[in-house]
DNA sequence: CCAGCATAGTTGAATAGTCAACTATTTCCA
DNA sequence: TGGAAATAGTTGACTATTCAACTATGCTGG
């Protein structure tokens, strides 16, 4: 007998799905349009961009950016021959690969995130109270933590 | 000058990103694994089995479940290759089609449905308290009138 | 030491998504 | 009425993503 979601659960939960999805789509043209990026190539390019020496492990970079491996991979190739980034071989490590973002990669990054974050602002911040933004946060970082934990239960 | 989002926002923001991406990917990956679906076919499957005579519009569907038109179109010519649902011209309009629903699709999303349900609560209902709830759901209304107003206001 | 397992990352084929162009029909209104 | 514009939906080419297989290197216990 499965527990069915509560109506206002339900409610919740179509709300969440209609709104993230939209949000996220919005921004993904935004950027799309403004900056030529995806907004996966967008979090790479962040992710990279406040990392000591603007430089990052493949893995770590995938973990960061929330991406799968083979897919950091593919995005990586594009960039680098956008010439946003490039790849360089770690010393320590014969297996391994740095991200290194370029001069170029970061100066897109500086030229896409003004409108970026504004879109940020409007489509999002703007409509919320300080509560709600306090709530989101909540609310967000309780589903990640109960993912870590379950994961690391089952790892572990 | 751009607006800059607080720390805050910063924070909510990129909780906000990380929980919603790992949340719809685990739901994505159960959803393949126990069913053969993906989300957004789901998402089909499920506005057709609630709709009458369990048939709809291409493009009330496409909007519903929040998706492009071109997408659906290629979704739904995969599931009717499926036999999960089959296309059926609309007599009072040469244009259109209806999505309908078969049996074997009804089938389908019956024995999705339960596993589905289950997850999302263990991933996201069972780690909020009843007003995180109401938060959320206040919070993705405000979202998503605040874009249909915005987009509204550009048309008209 | 070294055999076996784990980790880092890449690759290519198969699948899915996007975008713009296209057909066919309907609606609007002068 | 008729012709422009709007709407419904599809298509195909291009791009992106996934998945599983693969190479290469590092680590660890007997």
Known sequence: MPRWLTPEEQCAWRAFIEASSRLLDDLEHQLQREAGLSHGDYEVLVRLSEAPERRMRMSELADQALVSRSRLSHAVSRLESQGLLQRQACETDRRGMFAVLTDEGFARLEAAAPSHVDEVRRLLFDNLTEDQVRALE???????????????RSRG
Chains 1, 2 share one sequence.
């Open 138 to 152: 909540e609310i967000s970082q309780a589903v990640v933590s109960a993912r870590r934990e379950a994961s690391g």
